[in-house]
């Protein structure tokens, strides 16, 4: 079955070729992607009818909630179905509430070329198995005979493409309500017949219907590349589409092909492959109605995290979750609408840039926790204040804890990243724990506490991805745990970045996150070139600046009618034209 799936389309030149991870990453990725820098994500279906999860939760996960007897989704779906029902045939009753009557294509594709993508990547197909088009392998499971009854895939494909958008397809590897397996449920090693049979089929007849331009596999994690045939797929779908074919780098453990997907991170600064976040504008990437207004990216810091992304060498790809009768949600729109807007202005330093040697500037930046009782916290796609970056920030803890006899207790300290434990005023550790030692399994001590008041202290420090920490204790010599209580208060650290750069046809670029007065400061900066022509972008008039010897520069803005200037905002682009020999690419790229 695998075979002659994959010989639909195969080129029978290159067909006997064995692919291997090895000549895949010897085929040059296509330029169009690493230039794109913004593509839109689109996150619409079933899930979108009830439109819920915790306040911190995904949306389009509501089929794994049932699964799990999650009592507030359940309690939800009692609004829209029988909830007695097995959960296939429960969230199956969906189809009669979703009807996408709102729903234009074109409107929708119109929004996204003003919003400044280049790129449009909708889930055809998510974990819960339905399908967005007429789909042969799912007759009955789809949105032609259900649902919208529309083609989905088809109509929106079509619409992008008209407005000179790339269009490029997520889909599920693995589903959860699939008889053949059912992920999460029956065992991963029981994939076989499922992927044979049904996955490699199912995608090879969507791709050759619709060529996109990119695949964004997904659900891979508790599977092997081996188990997908994906070093085969991908082969065969590069050799279907052609040279500006790509995919991204969820095949399964151990992937060693394909664009990278950090998620709802600070990006990543390796540039050996083409990257490129995604993330939600809130925290979600089906739409969820729980969520509150604070979880939102305001405009301005949607695009300096663009920018910081796009600095680093990498890209955007940001997701909307549309209501269930196809209304994009209007701070949604006023976000992408935002984006656009900057970029119009902007968007030379943007598209078809590349990282510098020149570092970001970061300022250092504290902020008061809010006091609690325990440290145990799980943040979720998120940093624990508003201002705060998601990644890379250190907290520090201070708690008086009150101990009611003289007695032997075990503390413990468990988390991601790295977390320090000390009593008293002592600069010596009583715990420290590093998850890079061992997967969140935490450190322990045991030390003998008198009676009365102890003064503990715990610093904490994220580097990437989770943020967890907990501190726990137990007075029965380990057998059973519970959080330390106290009056804990927090202070937040972390470096605040307020300058980036980029490069692009031999001009640098710098862009300040602090809207400048009258006079522009820049220190450390390469020297430039004697004659290069300094303007804001946005701005025609040329500015004069000087450079000392240890290469600060100081750029006069008094020339900038201030009526210009105050047209622009969010972030402020400075163009050094010619000046980008001083400021070479990052080393790798």
Same mark, same amino acid.
């Given at each position: 079955?695998?075979?002659?799936?994959?010989?639909?389309?195969?080129?029978?030149?290159k067909?006997?070729?064995v692919?291997?991870?090895?000549?895949?990453?010897?085929?040059?990725?296509?330029?169009?992607?690493?230039?794109?820098?913004?593509?839109?994500?689109?996150?619409?279906?079933?899930?979108?009818?009830?439109?819920f999860?915790?306040?911190?939760?995904?949306?389009?996960?509501?089929?794994?909630?049932?699964?799990?007897?999650?009592?507030?989704?359940?309690?939800?779906?009692?609004?829209?179905?029988?909830?007695?029902?097995?959960?296939?045939?429960?969230?199956?009753?969906?189809t009669?509430?979703?009807?996408?009557?709102?729903?234009?294509?074109?409107?929708?594709?119109?929004?996204?070329?003003?919003?400044?993508?280049?790129?449009?990547?909708?889930?055809?197909?998510?974990?819960?198995?339905?399908?967005?088009?007429?789909?042969?392998?799912?007759?009955?499971?789809?949105?032609?005979?259900?649902?919208?009854r529309?083609?989905?895939?088809?109509?929106?494909?079509d619409?992008?493409?008209?407005?000179?958008?790339?269009?490029?397809?997520?889909?599920?590897?693995?589903?959860?309500?699939?008889?053949?397996?059912?992920?999460?449920?029956?065992?991963?090693?029981?994939?076989?017949?499922?992927?044979?049979?049904?996955?490699?089929?199912?995608?090879?007849s969507?791709?050759?219907?619709?060529?996109?331009?990119?695949?964004?596999a997904?659900?891979?994690?508790?599977?092997?590349?081996?188990?997908?045939?994906?070093?085969?797929?991908?082969?065969?779908?590069?050799?279907?589409?052609?040279?500006?074919?790509?995919?991204?780098?969820r095949?399964?453990?151990g992937?060693?092909?394909?664009?990278?997907?950090?998620?709802?991170?600070?990006?990543?600064?390796?540039?050996?492959?083409?990257?490129?976040?995604?993330?939600?504008?809130?925290?979600?990437?089906?739409?969820?109605?729980?969520?509150?207004?604070?979880?939102?990216?305001?405009?301005?810091?949607?695009?300096?995290?663009?920018?910081?992304?796009?600095a680093?060498?990498?890209?955007?790809?940001?997701?909307?979750?549309?209501?269930?009768?196809?209304?994009?949600?209007?701070?949604?729109?006023?976000?992408?609408l935002?984006?656009?807007?900057?970029?119009?202005?902007?968007?030379?330093?943007?598209?078809?840039?590349?990282?510098?040697?020149?570092?970001?500037?970061?300022?250092?930046?504290?902020?008061?926790?809010?006091?609690?009782?325990?440290?145990?916290?799980?943040?979720?796609?998120?940093?624990?204040?508003?201002?705060?970056?998601?990644?890379?920030?250190?907290i520090?803890?201070?708690?008086?804890?009150?101990?009611?006899?003289?007695?032997?207790?075990?503390?413990? +300290? $468990?988390?991601n990243? *790295? %977390?320090? /434990?000390? &009593?008293?005023? #002592?600069?010596?550790?009583? =715990?420290?724990?590093?998850?890079?030692?061992?997967?969140?399994?935490?450190?322990?001590?045991?030390?003998?506490?008198?009676a009365?008041s102890?003064?503990?202290?715990?610093?904490? +420090? $994220?580097?990437?991805? *989770? %943020?967890? /920490?907990? &501190?726990?204790? #137990?007075?029965?010599?380990? =057998?059973?745990?519970?959080?330390?209580?106290?009056?804990?208060?927090?202070?937040?650290?972390?470096?605040?970045?307020?300058?980036?750069?980029?490069r692009?046809?031999g001009?640098?670029?710098?862009?300040?996150? *602090?809207?400048?007065?009258? &006079?522009?400061?820049?220190?450390?900066?390469?020297?430039?070139?004697?004659?290069?022509?300094?303007?804001?972008?946005?701005?025609?008039?040329?500015?004069?600046?000087?450079?000392?010897?240890?290469?600060?520069?100081?750029?006069?803005?008094?020339?900038?009618?201030?009526?210009?200037?105050?047209?622009?905002?969010?972030?402020?682009?400075?163009?050094?034209?010619?000046?980008?020999?001083?400021?070479?690419?990052?080393?790798?790229?």
């Amino acid at each position: 079955m695998l075979v002659a799936a994959l010989s639909l389309s195969a080129q029978p030149s290159k067909s006997k070729q064995v692919p291997t991870w090895d000549k895949l990453n010897a085929r040059p990725y296509p330029q169009w992607f690493s230039d794109a820098k913004l593509g839109i994500f689109i996150h619409w279906g079933l899930y979108s009818v009830p439109a819920f999860a915790g306040t911190e939760g995904y949306g389009e996960w509501l089929y794994k909630g049932l699964l799990s007897d999650n009592g507030p989704r359940k309690r939800i779906m009692s609004l829209y179905a029988d909830t007695t029902l097995p959960v296939h045939e429960m969230y199956g009753q969906l189809t009669d509430h979703w009807h996408a009557e709102l729903w234009q294509p074109s409107e929708w594709a119109a929004l996204f070329k003003k919003s400044g993508a280049r790129y449009v990547m909708l889930v055809t197909k998510h974990h819960d198995g339905y399908s967005l088009w007429d789909d042969p392998f799912q007759p009955q499971w789809n949105s032609v005979v259900s649902g919208p009854r529309r083609d989905i895939v088809r109509e929106l494909t079509d619409a992008v493409r008209a407005e000179g958008l790339r269009m490029c397809f997520y889909y599920s590897l693995p589903e959860w309500s699939n008889p053949l397996h059912r992920w999460t449920v029956d065992p991963d090693t029981a994939i076989g017949r499922y992927v044979d049979e049904y996955m490699v089929p199912q995608f090879v007849s969507l791709v050759s219907a619709y060529l996109p331009d990119a695949i964004f596999a997904d659900g891979d994690w508790d599977f092997t590349p081996e188990q997908f045939h994906s070093i085969s797929l991908i082969d065969w779908y590069y050799r279907t589409v052609g040279p500006d074919a790509i995919v991204n780098d969820r095949w399964g453990r151990g992937t060693r092909h394909g664009f990278r997907t950090p998620e709802y991170s600070a990006g990543i600064s390796d540039t050996s492959r083409p990257w490129a976040e995604c993330r939600g504008i809130g925290r979600s990437f089906g739409l969820n109605r729980n969520e509150r207004l604070e979880n939102y990216l305001t405009d301005r810091e949607l695009i300096q995290h663009f920018c910081e992304l796009v600095a680093h060498g990498g890209g955007l790809t940001l997701n909307i979750g549309p209501a269930a009768d196809g209304h994009i949600p209007f701070i949604q729109q006023e976000r992408l609408l935002a984006l656009g807007r900057w970029l119009d202005v902007n968007g030379e330093a943007i598209y078809a840039s590349r990282a510098c040697a020149v570092p970001c500037h970061r300022e250092s930046s504290f902020a008061p926790m809010p006091p609690c009782r325990h440290i145990d916290f799980d943040w979720v796609r998120n940093a624990p204040l508003k201002n705060m970056p998601v990644d890379n920030f250190s907290i520090e803890w201070v708690g008086e804890v009150q101990v009611a006899a003289d007695g032997e207790y075990t503390l413990r +300290v $468990e988390g991601n990243d *790295e %977390a320090t /434990v000390f &009593l008293g005023d #002592s600069a010596t550790p009583l =715990l420290h724990y590093n998850s890079a030692w061992a997967d969140n399994a935490g450190a322990q001590a045991s030390v003998r506490l008198s009676a009365g008041s102890h003064r503990v202290v715990v610093r904490y +420090v $994220e580097k990437d991805l *989770e %943020a967890i /920490v907990r &501190l726990l204790w #137990s007075r029965d010599g380990g =057998l059973s745990f519970e959080p330390v209580p106290a009056g804990w208060r927090g202070t937040a650290s972390w470096q605040r970045t307020t300058r980036c750069f980029t490069r692009r046809d031999g001009n640098l670029y710098v862009i300040e996150f *602090e809207r400048p007065g009258s &006079l522009l400061e820049l220190p450390g900066m390469p020297r430039l070139p004697k004659g290069t022509v300094v303007t804001m972008l946005g701005t025609s008039t040329p500015l004069k600046w000087r450079q000392g010897r240890d290469g600060s520069l100081r750029i006069d803005l008094n020339a900038i009618p201030r009526h210009e200037l105050n047209e622009l905002d969010h972030a402020w682009v400075l163009k050094f034209e010619g000046a980008a020999s001083a400021a070479m690419p990052e080393a790798g790229e």
